[in-house]
């Protein structure tokens, strides 16, 4: 018998902190275990007894890379529960802060955490030294991002211009010309950036997923939409846990997520292009027909496509809906409490991103749940390593390893934004 353990004790930049486990007996894939070691965070916990006008400011906090999304779903569960439908300049307004938040998010992943990787580089830094202009149109279109954000949401991290209702001051037309601007600057450097990836070097890898996404009838879903599935799933936020369900692993405090069936599924990216492929506006979709991006992917490695995609999207569209501005007066519609229960979701950079809150009739909260992309995609991370290993036992450790590596960046998890693994260890039998 013979025996071949591969341990990644620690994942380096990481927000959070996991290992990855693999064993290899006789030629076959034992088992393959992403280990989320961190602590839990309580944050369903302490939302309860908090003002329902509280939550946005406190669920930002869950994530320093992607705050919008945790704003835009609870805000959208909150105002269900109330019964309250905020005007459509607050949807564009939000819609906007979403865009930002999509193109500052994915240009860090595809640019500084995932692209290194195909090319053979340790770090983005090295990446400069032989691709500077690529770098230097990345850090182009990251500040783009990040300055729609500060000036819709009021700062770059965790915003605080964001409400229940709408938003504390809406941003004047004029103030939104900075940010087109940048958006204008880098367009270019968006577009190009789908050939670039496209371009890179890919694992032999297919898998056969369920995808699962928001889906509206006539846009690429991010903010808001119903949920489908490749397997015929047409829901509303509120039908969530019907089809749903999430169960505790061993070798986790993040939950696993699977359909009430039993099935794994997945979210993010790949998801999005193969619901929403055909809500992208023709210059978009041009681009990534001309880079060869076929109508459904179902190799894990190649969403760095579709990020530079939804990237170049999200710009697209963040210059129409600055264009189209017309500031909401008021800028929060009121939302007075009322007993209830209400669910909202959005596309997070990395996935479906869903919750639910009890209030009272004051407003307090009296139960929540927060189900984020990284739980629902932890098991389909283990699936996709288990391919790799499967088709790459020939390579050496270290050629395996990169391979592991790639294959958990590739779907950038929250706990995970793009990793690198400190150490493996192999242990032969």
């Known amino acids: 018998m013979t025996e071949r353990i591969l341990v990644a004790t620690a994942l380096a930049r990481v927000e959070g902190e996991g290992a990855l486990h693999v064993r290899v007996r006789d030629g076959v894939v034992e088992d393959v275990r992403l280990r989320i070691y961190e602590p ?134 004029a103030e939104l010309a900075a940010a087109a601007a940048e958006l204008e600057g880098a367009r270019e450097f968006a577009r190009e950036a789908i050939a670039f990836t496209a371009g890179l070097p890919f694992p032999d890898v297919e898998e056969d997923f369920h995808f699962v996404a928001l889906r509206e009838p006539d846009r690429y879903a991010i903010e808001s939409g119903r949920l489908v599935s490749s397997g015929g799933l047409d829901i509303g936020p509120d039908e969530y846990e019907d089809h749903f369900a999430e169960e505790h692993v061993e070798h986790s405090t993040a939950l696993h997520s699977r359909l009430r069936g039993g099935e794994r599924y997945l979210v993010g990216p790949l998801a999005r292009w193969a619901l929403n492929r055909d809500r992208l506006p023709a210059p978009v979709l041009a681009a990534a027909d001309a880079a060869g991006l076929e109508p459904v992917c179902t190799n894990p490695f190649r969403s760095i496509v579709v990020r530079a995609v939804e990237m170049h999207y999200a710009l697209e569209e963040a210059l129409r809906l600055i264009g189209a501005y017309e500031p909401p007066d008021p800028p929060a519609a009121a939302v007075p409490p009322r007993a209830g229960t209400g669910c909202g979701w959005s596309e997070a950079p990395r996935g479906l991103l869903w919750h639910r809150y009890a209030i009272d009739g004051d407003g307090t909260i009296l139960d929540a749940r927060i189900v984020p992309p990284t739980s629902q995609n932890q098991a389909r991370i283990e699936q996709s390593v288990r391919a790799v290993v499967e088709r790459h036992l020939a390579l050496s450790d270290d050629e395996l390893q990169h391979r592991c590596e790639q294959a958990v960046r590739s779907y950038d998890p929250c706990i995970s934004c793009a990793t690198h693994f400190l150490r493996l260890e192999i242990d032969r039998g």
């Open 40 to 173: 839990p965070r309580f944050f369903e916990a302490f939302l309860r007894g908090r003002a329902h006008t509280e939550v946005p400011d406190i669920t930002a906090r869950i994530c320093g890379i992607c705050p919008v999304a945790y704003q835009t779903s609870s805000m959208a569960a909150i105002e269900a529960a109330c019964g309250v439908e905020v005007p459509a300049e607050v949807r564009a307004l939000r819609r906007l802060l979403y865009c930002g938040e999509w193109i500052e998010s994915h240009a860090l992943h595809v640019f500084f955490l995932h692209a290194p990787d195909f090319l053979g580089y340790a770090s983005a830094f090295e990446m400069a030294r032989d691709h500077p202009a690529v770098v230097e149109g990345a850090l182009r279109l990251k500040k783009a991002g990040n300055t729609l954000m500060r000036l819709t949401g009021g700062r770059e991290i965790h915003p605080v211009n964001v409400r229940v209702g709408g938003v504390y001051r809406a941003p004047a037309p």
